[in-house]
């Protein structure tokens, strides 16, 4: 059964990487990052703002300037800029 995300939820953010490299490979490739969801869409609660941390850093996806969408597309193939529930360890 699909959850509904609500604020304070930890959640997954997919970081969008470095750009590919015309070889094929990326100096950073897209990750699993942790975040907080700090507003959730009431017309689509798939579409959240999350406050992201990054090892390095943090950084805001409000609503207002689009939130965040859910991808529940399988380990890897998850677009950068989405996010998704935490997989199981
Ligand atoms: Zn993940």
């Known amino acids: ?4 995300p609500s604020v304070g939820r930890v959640v997954h953010y997919v970081s969008h990487g470095t ?18 969801v700090t507003e959730v869409d009431p017309a689509d ?28 597309a399988p380990e890897g193939a998850r677009d950068g800029g989405s996010w998704h529930w935490p997989e199981r360890a």
């Open 19 to 36: 750009p590919v490299r015309p070889d094929g490979t990326q100096e950073f490739p897209r990750a699993c990052r942790a975040a907080i």
């Open 45 to 72: 609660p798939s579409r959240v703002g999350l406050a992201v941390l990054n090892p390095t850093g943090q950084f805001f996806h409000p609503l207002a300037a689009g939130g965040c969408v859910l991808d529940e």
């Open 1 to 4: 059964m699909q959850q509904t």
